[in-house]
């Protein structure tokens, strides 16, 4: 992203979109919002961060957002504003399309630019806003960050239209400089592909996975190392077997051991069950119940018949089996509420998997059958 972020500046041309996907609690909002950090810190980026779901208008959601950077650029000075003119017209417009009824001042009048940004079509008057605010931006020598959370979970009429503005700005001869990064569930890229199917071309797909030994080694012992606090080997051991590489569990755990330790400087093996123990019951209340407490009579039936796969993906024909149905068909409707929910996603045709690493652990210590 440095890189990525850096070359845009220098060419003051956008990118390849970058879409960041895995499961939930590897760290990918915080990634998006450590990104969108470091870009507002360096003083040339405009950056809005927006969370998608499906009973959120995409097109509003980006107005809003759009409209507080587009304020703070302006506050600084006669420059930016004679330069954003024309923007702050086709912004009106885009405005005035996706939500008429919304307040947005700029502290002058502004008319709404005709011919641009208000044809009613999202993708078409997204394209025409992203563009004449990029070239704004281009004469201040800045860019446009655009920063979209569970994107998967933005209605599908809008990924199409997302995914349609984004490779027109992108087919430019001198694409404008703004860039797009979004996150979300595996799910993401075939969501993506199904809304438009040259999707799987327009982006840049990255995963973020779980955590090696060594990597969660480092997770726990650097902070301890930093307050002077050192890990006896066989506590450290536990505590990484425990994690098994999960980045939520992993951060509940040291959080949980630092506060049961019984010595200022060291971490021991005692003090490591304590902790693990602790984090796991956080856990467990937090994350893993509340969602099972979520779940049908029905959809906790196919969750306990995925568990016996682990963490998965099971297939769909084994959970027809295991379930007792007849047909794949029998399934399709809790199948697709989980989904919807967000609890599983299918990593391939036929299969199904947990979208929290741990549930089939959690499933099988927890709950009776």
């Given at each position: 992203?440095?890189?990525?972020?850096?070359?845009?500046?220098?060419?003051?041309?956008?990118?390849?979109?970058i879409?960041?996907?895995?499961?939930?609690?590897?760290?990918?909002?915080?990634?998006?919002?450590?990104?969108?950090?470091?870009?507002?810190?360096?003083?040339?980026?405009?950056?809005?961060?927006?969370?998608?779901?499906?009973?959120?208008?995409?097109?509003?959601?980006?107005?809003r957002?759009?409209?507080?950077?587009?304020?703070?650029?302006?506050?600084?000075?006669?420059?930016?504003?004679a330069?954003?003119?024309?923007?702050?017209?086709?912004?009106?417009?885009?405005?005035?399309?996706?939500?008429?009824?919304?307040?947005?001042?700029?502290?002058?009048?502004?008319?709404?630019?005709?011919?641009?940004?208000?044809?009613?079509?999202?993708?078409?008057?997204?394209?025409?806003?992203?563009?004449?605010?990029?070239?704004?931006?281009?004469?201040?020598?800045?860019?446009?960050?655009?920063?979209?959370?569970?994107?998967?979970?933005?209605?599908?009429?809008?990924?199409?239209?997302?995914?349609?503005?984004?490779?027109?700005?992108?087919?430019?001869?001198?694409?404008?400089?703004?860039?797009?990064?979004?996150?979300?569930?595996?799910?993401?890229?075939a969501?993506?592909?199904?809304?438009t199917?040259?999707?799987?071309?327009?982006?840049?797909?990255r995963?973020?996975?779980?955590?090696?030994d060594?990597?969660?080694?480092?997770?726990?012992?650097?902070?301890a190392?930093?307050?002077?606090?050192?890990?006896?080997?066989?506590?450290?051991?536990?505590?990484?077997?425990?994690?098994?590489?999960?980045?939520?569990?992993?951060?509940?755990?040291?959080?949980?051991?630092?506060?049961?330790?019984?010595?200022?400087?060291?971490?021991?093996?005692?003090?490591?069950?304590?902790?693990?123990?602790?984090?796991?019951?956080?856990?467990?209340?937090?994350?893993?119940?509340?969602?099972?407490?979520?779940?049908?009579?029905?959809?906790?039936?196919?969750?306990q018949?995925?568990?016996?796969?682990?963490?998965?993906?099971?297939?769909?024909?084994?959970?027809?089996?295991?379930?007792?149905?007849?047909?794949?068909?029998d399934?399709?409707?809790?199948?697709?509420?989980?989904?919807?929910?967000g609890?599983?996603?299918?990593?391939?045709?036929?299969?199904?998997?947990?979208?929290?690493?741990?549930?089939?652990?959690?499933?099988?210590?927890?709950?009776?059958?």
């Open positions: 992203m440095d890189l990525s972020l850096a070359q845009i500046l220098a060419d003051s041309e956008g990118d390849r979109p879409v960041i996907s895995g499961l939930r609690g590897v760290g990918k909002t915080v990634l998006l919002n450590e990104i969108g950090r470091q870009a507002r810190e360096s003083g040339r980026w405009a950056v809005i961060k927006i969370e998608a779901s499906a009973g959120r208008n995409l097109g509003q959601a980006i107005a957002e759009l409209h507080g950077a587009l304020r703070s650029t302006l506050s600084m000075g006669e420059n930016a504003r330069r954003f003119g024309r923007a702050l017209r086709v912004f009106k417009s885009f405005q005035m399309s996706v939500d008429p009824g919304g307040t947005y001042g700029f502290g002058v009048e502004i008319a709404p630019e005709a011919g641009y940004a208000d044809s009613g079509a999202f993708e078409r008057d997204l394209e025409d806003l992203l563009r004449e605010v990029g070239l704004a931006f281009r004469e201040l020598d800045q860019a446009l960050l655009l920063l979209v959370d569970e994107l998967q979970d933005a209605p599908r009429n809008d990924l199409n239209a997302l995914n349609l503005a984004l490779h027109a700005l992108g087919q430019e001869p001198h694409p404008v400089p703004v860039m797009m990064v979004g996150t979300g569930l595996p799910s993401l890229p969501v993506l592909a199904d809304a199917s040259y999707a799987e071309r327009l982006y840049d797909y995963r973020l996975d779980l955590l090696d060594e990597q969660t080694r480092i997770a726990l012992t650097r902070p190392e930093r307050s002077g606090v050192t890990w006896v080997s066989e506590a450290l051991d536990r505590a990484v077997e425990a994690i098994a590489g999960y980045p939520y569990f992993a951060q509940a755990c040291g959080k949980h051991v630092w506060d049961v330790r019984s010595l200022a400087d060291e971490i021991g093996l005692e003090d490591a069950e304590a902790g693990v123990l602790r984090a796991r019951d956080e856990v467990d209340q937090g994350l893993y119940q509340s969602r099972w407490d979520r779940a049908t009579p029905k959809q906790r039936e196919l969750l018949a995925m568990a016996e796969d682990g963490d998965g993906p099971s297939a769909i024909q084994d959970l027809v089996t295991r379930t007792g149905k007849r047909r794949t068909s399934l399709s409707v809790s199948r697709n509420e989980l989904i919807k929910n609890h599983v996603f299918a990593p391939d045709r036929g299969f199904l998997a947990f979208t929290v690493p741990g549930m089939a652990d959690f499933i099988h210590r927890t709950v009776t059958t």
